[in-house]
């Protein structure tokens, strides 16, 4: 085996991570961005890898603070980063965006018990586990739209963005 494919077999993911940033930072140009969004819209989704949400919302770097977790579930932590994107940042929109087949679905609050078990300590968080997608979408606008330390919550919408076709389908709040 070659040094160079041996290298290659040594090489972890994150280290072909770091690969690709020095070949992306041989070609960058600062954009003379700060970190206020152009569109004045925070989005809160999924960590899902299967989506790609600037491409699937035509979103183009500067246009959006993106949240993403397990779920895009409305957390405290989601509540601490929307307050700061809305009252330092200038974000007046609240996009939330969940999706089919999210692995939250199979889940359980069990899994933190398991933990628990495991390594002999509870984990501080919630699974925030849930069977209906739709409406837990519901539960996290009324969670941004009730928080006390969001200033701008009259638009605050939720979507479900199907995993197969691409498409996004609005939530209503109130069904």
Same mark, same amino acid.
Request: some cysteine; glycine content about 6%.
């Given at each position: 085996?070659?040094?160079? /494919? %041996?290298?290659? /077999? @040594? @090489?972890?993911?994150?280290?072909? %991570? ?6 992306? /930072?041989?070609?960058?140009?600062? *954009? ?6 152009? #569109? ?18 035509? #979103? ?21 980063? #929307? ?21 939250? @679905? ?8 398991? %933990? ?6 509870? *984990? ?14 519901? @539960? ?7 928080? *006390?330390? #969001? ?21 209503? *709040?109130?069904?």
């Amino acid at each position: 085996m070659s040094t160079h /494919a %041996l290298r290659l /077999a @040594q @090489q972890t993911v994150t280290d072909r %991570l770091v690969e690709s940033n020095r070949a992306y /930072a041989a070609g960058f140009t600062d *954009p003379g961005m700060d970190a206020r969004p152009v #569109l004045q819209v925070a989005i809160v989704a999924c960590m899902d890898a299967r989506i790609d949400l600037h491409a699937a919302l035509g #979103l183009e770097l500067g246009d959006c603070h993106t949240v993403r977790n397990a779920g895009g579930v409305v957390t405290d932590d989601t509540i601490r980063s #929307l307050t700061i994107s809305q009252r330092a940042l200038g974000t007046r929109s609240v996009a939330l965006i969940h999706h089919t087949g999210c692995g939250l @679905q199979t889940l359980t609050e069990d899994f933190r018990h398991e %933990l628990e078990l495991e390594v002999g300590q509870r *984990p501080a968080w919630a699974v925030e586990a849930f069977r209906d997608v739709d409406q837990d979408v519901r @539960q996290s606008m009324q969670r941004v739209r009730t928080s *006390p330390f #969001l200033p701008y919550t009259d638009d605050v919408r939720g979507f479900v963005f199907d995993v197969t076709t691409g498409l996004l389908r609005e939530i209503d *709040p109130r069904a």
